[in-house]
Antibody
């Protein structure tokens, strides 16, 4: 059974870059999409983007100018970089595996606060 | 403003039946993209409830059912139980972009 674990700073200053890593265990990067999804406090889910196992990426148009998702097969990890953050980027960030016609399998999520 | 529209809240007494709607458009659900449903208990990550419109993963009680028609989908829960109190989200795709409903809070009275 695949497991996903997010890691990274829980506090980021405004205008800086939010960087998170997701470590995948019990599986490999093959035939799947690897995604980041976030949830601001008390609000709904927002898809950030995903990277295909080949390395191609697709981003939410509303965040595209600030987002980079990358893959490190040697470490079984994929990462999120979100630059020029503001308080509106405060959220729980989930990494996830998206499999065709099988839906989203979620990590446990990590809270990130943007504050000076 | 979410691409998929869900009612913000629904409620029902134990044992009753409730439904949650998910309304999309011709560019997402109506274009033939599958619909997925997730249950989020307080303080936890969402959990897959239905995949590919109406397929229930093992472990999900058959009190839950889902359907899709045209540009909409719906989730039904019969025999409501206290443990069903949670937030429910629908999800689909819109031109290869992942989209979510705004979520529906289910309260068991």
């Amino acid at each position: 059974q695949v497991q996903l674990q997010e890691s990274g700073p829980g506090l980021v200053k405004p205008s800086e870059t939010l960087s998170l890593t997701c470590t995948v265990s019990g599986g490999s990067f093959s035939s799947d999409y690897w995604s980041w999804i976030r949830q601001p406090p008390g609000k709904g889910l927002e898809w950030i983007g995903y990277i295909y196992y080949t390395g191609s990426t697709t981003y939410n148009p509303s965040l595209k100018s600030r987002v980079t998702i990358s893959l490190d097969r040697s470490q079984n990890q994929f990462s999120l970089n979100l630059n020029s953050v503001t308080t509106a980027d405060t959220a729980v960030y989930y990494c996830a595996r998206v499999r065709y016609r099988e839906g989203i399998y979620w990590g446990q999520g990590t809270p990130v606060t943007v504050s000076s | 403003q979410s691409v998929l529209t869900q009612p913000p809240s629904v409620s029902g007494a134990p044992g009753q039946r409730v439904t949650i709607s998910c309304t999309g458009s011709r560019s997402n659900i109506g274009a033939g993209y599958d619909v997925y449903w997730y249950q989020q208990l307080p303080g936890t990550a969402p959990k897959l409830l239905f995949y590919a419109n109406n397929n229930r993963p093992s472990g999900v009680p058959d009190r839950f059912s889902a359907s899709k028609s045209g540009t909409s989908a719906s989730l039904a829960i019969t025999g409501l139980q206290a443990e069903d109190e949670a937030d429910y989200y629908c999800q689909s795709y819109d031109s290869s972009l992942m989209v979510f409903g705004g979520g529906t809070k289910l309260t068991v009275l």
